[in-house]
């Protein structure tokens, strides 16, 4: 069975997908035009509260894609990593990437999506 929560009809995406034991997750984004410390904090809190959607915490999150508009933000990312997963660190993956996103190279400059375990 799959289920479908945050639904965005606009966009033509789900914020979150339940599949058998897995949980997907895209376009985690927040404080869009913020420092990248205030955008990853920003992208992990939409995380989290589309997790709790299905009663699940950062602690599920087996995997992660992030993207960085400057990949050598990514001691930014781990500081944040490290004071909100409480040593429960997924697998990942970061990658370097020019966002199609409003405001440029000033605006969005994370992004996260995650696959997290349910049972």
Not at 5 to 21: L, M, T
Not at 77 to 106: C, D, L, W
């Amino acid at each position: 069975m799959i289920e479908r929560y945050d639904v965005n009809e606009e966009w033509a995406h789900s914020g979150i997908i339940k599949a058998g034991d897995f949980c997907f997750l895209n376009y985690c984004v927040g404080n869009v035009g913020g420092s990248i410390e205030q955008q990853v904090n920003g992208a992990f809190d939409e995380m989290e509260k589309r997790l709790a959607l299905v009663g699940l915490t950062l602690e599920n999150v087996v995997q992660m894609d992030c993207l960085f508009r400057d990949i050598w933000d990514i001691p930014v990312m781990e500081k944040v990593i490290k004071e909100r997963f409480n040593g429960k660190y997924p697998v990942r993956k970061s990658i370097q990437t020019e966002f199609a996103h409003i405001g440029g190279e000033n605006g969005l400059k994370f992004q996260a999506d995650a696959v997290a375990y349910c049972k």
